[in-house]
C-alpha cells in the first residue's frame, strides 16, 4: 500500500505540468483468463480536468460482462463522453474473448479478442482484433501486454489500420488488493505514423480493491509522457458480481 502511495503522489505532482490534451479513454490492461461463472455489470468514469480554459471532459462506459463457456467471454457495453455539461452517447460496443492456452497453463496464458463497435452521433464505427497476453511470477507479481488493431467502416471512417499497445505489471497483495503500473500507448493510423511526440503515450499507478458481496472498486491515473498526450486522466471502475 505504501508503494502505491508514493505512486499517487507522484502521479499528482506530474498532473500539473500541464501537457496538451488528448482523447480519454475508458479502456482497460485486458486480461487473456475466460472462468465460468457470474455476469459481471461495470460502470467506468474517466476525469479529464480542462487545460488553457477549455472544459473538463467526461468519458462513461456501462458494461456486461457473460461468460459463454470455458473457452470464450462476451462484453458488451455503451460508451458515452464529452464536455462535462454536454455529455452524449458515443458508441455501443461488443467484444468476444477467445481464450487460447492450455486450461492447465499456469505461467503464460493468451487470447484473442475480436471487437466490434458502432459509432454514434457522426462517429465512424470499427471492427478489430487484439491479441492478450498474462505471465505470472513469484511473489503474487504478474505482467500482462496487449496488441490492439482497429479499421475504422461506415460514414466518416479514416483509412489506415489503428495501432495501440498497452502494459500492466501487477502486484497482488495479501488481502487481495491489485497495485501495479499501467502504460498506455497510441500510435494512430498506419496511413499516417509519426513520431513520439506525435502518438499518445500515458502511463500510471492505480489499485484494485475487492469489497463485500462481489463488489470492486479500480481508481487510477494515467499522464502524459508525448506532447499529444493529456496532462492528466483520474479514473474509476465499480463493478459487481452477480
Known amino acids: 500500500m505504501r508503494l502505491f502511495l508514493r505512486l499517487a503522489a507522484f502521479a499528482a505532482i506530474w498532473a500539473m505540468s500541464g501537457l ?3 482523447a ?3 479502456g482497460s490492461v ?3 483468463i475466460v472462468k465460468p461463472g457470474p455476469p459481471v455489470v461495470q460502470y467506468r468514469v474517466s476525469w479529464l480536468p480542462g487545460e488553457e480554459g477549455g472544459p473538463d471532459r467526461i468519458g462513461q ?6 461468460n459463454l463457456d470455458d473457452r470464450h467471454d462476451l462484453h458488451l457495453f455503451a460508451s458515452a463522453g464529452g464536455p462535462s455539461n454536454d455529455q452524449e452517447l458515443t ?9 487460447l492456452s492450455p486450461e492447465n497453463a499456469t505461467r503464460w496464458k493468451t487470447a484473442l479478442r475480436f471487437d466490434a463497435s458502432v459509432g454514434l ?6 471492427v478489430g482484433m487484439d491479441w492478450i497476453n498474462e505471465i505470472s511470477f513469484d511473489g503474487g507479481w504478474s505482467a500482462r501486454a496487449m496488441v490492439l488493431t482497429a479499421v475504422q467502416i461506415g460514414e466518416n471512417r479514416k483509412d489506415g489500420m489503428f495501432l495501440q499497445s498497452r502494459f500492466r505489471l ?3 497483495l495479501a488481502g487481495g488488493q491489485d497495485i501495479g503500473l499501467e502504460l498506455y500507448d497510441g500510435y494512430g493510423s498506419t ?3 509519426g513520431s513520439f511526440n506525435d502518438e499518445n503515450h500515458r502511463a500510471g499507478p492505480y489499485l484494485s480493491q475487492p469489497l463485500a458481496n462481489g463488489w470492486n472498486l479500480y481508481s487510477g491515473v494515467l499522464l502524459g509522457l508525448s506532447d499529444r498526450a493529456a496532462g492528466s486522466e483520474f479514473r474509476l471502475w465499480i463493478s459487481k458480481t452477480l
Do not use: F, I, K, Y
Open 61 to 66: 462506459r456501462l458494461e456486461w460482462d457473460t
Open 121 to 126: 452521433n457522426g462517429r465512424a464505427s470499427a
Open 20 to 22: 496538451s490534451v488528448s
Open 24 to 26: 480519454q479513454t475508458t
Open 30 to 32: 485486458s486480461g487473456p
Open 170 to 172: 501487477n502486484r497482488r
Open 191 to 193: 496511413e499516417a505514423l
Open 91 to 99: 458508441s455501443l460496443n461488443s467484444e468476444l474473448v477467445w481464450a
